[in-house]
């Protein structure tokens, strides 16, 4: 339809409020704290197979990428993959694909992709506690 064009996308709180946000070009990052009291999607999680994560309450429909923070407090590294990845579910046998790895009691902030369904995937690589992830902006496709 070329009597419309896409301008951005906007996120709000649950009290119908616009976040504040930043935009430059495709990249939109939130004005929020960054201590986990924006847009954590995850606490303290330990699981030790894929789990998913739904970060649609964080990004719009059009985001590619999340730019996200992934922090452990534990004592047990991390796995992170994007949801669409086959095979992307343990440490163990052929064909295992990630993303990322994070460290024990380290972090990292990045763009991330995510899935059709805005998901993203993590696993510790074994038994503990301790991770987070905060959403802290994202980058759109048209």
């Given at each position: 339809?070329?009597?419309?064009?896409?301008?951005?996308?906007?996120?709000?709180d649950s009290s119908g409020n616009i976040k504040q946000f930043v935009q430059s070009s495709s990249r939109?990052?939130?004005?929020?704290?960054?201590?986990?009291?924006?847009?954590?999607?995850?606490?303290?999680?330990?699981?030790?197979?894929?789990?998913?994560?739904?970060?649609?309450?964080?990004?719009?429909?059009?985001?590619?990428?999340?730019?996200?923070?992934?922090?452990?407090?534990?004592?047990?590294?991390?796995?992170?993959?994007?949801?669409?990845?086959?095979?992307?579910?343990?440490?163990?046998?052929?064909?295992?694909?990630?993303?990322?790895?994070?460290?024990?009691?380290?972090?990292?902030?990045?763009?991330?992709?995510?899935?059709?369904?805005?998901?993203?995937?993590?696993w510790l690589i074994s038994a503990g506690s301790g991770i987070y992830c905060d959403v802290l902006g994202?980058?759109?496709?048209?």
């Amino acid at each position: 339809d070329t009597s419309r064009r896409y301008v951005g996308s906007i996120r709000t709180d649950s009290s119908g409020n616009i976040k504040q946000f930043v935009q430059s070009s495709s990249r939109v990052n939130y004005l929020t704290p960054m201590d986990g009291s924006g847009q954590r999607v995850l606490a303290n999680g330990s699981a030790t197979t894929a789990t998913s994560i739904d970060l649609s309450q964080a990004l719009p429909l059009t985001a590619s990428h999340a730019q996200m923070r992934a922090l452990s407090i534990g004592s047990v590294a991390s796995r992170w993959s994007n949801a669409d990845i086959a095979g992307a579910s343990t440490d163990s046998g052929s064909g295992t694909f990630y993303v990322m790895s994070l460290s024990a009691n380290s972090q990292a902030v990045l763009d991330f992709p995510v899935s059709s369904s805005k998901a993203i995937l993590y696993w510790l690589i074994s038994a503990g506690s301790g991770i987070y992830c905060d959403v802290l902006g994202y980058v759109f496709e048209r």
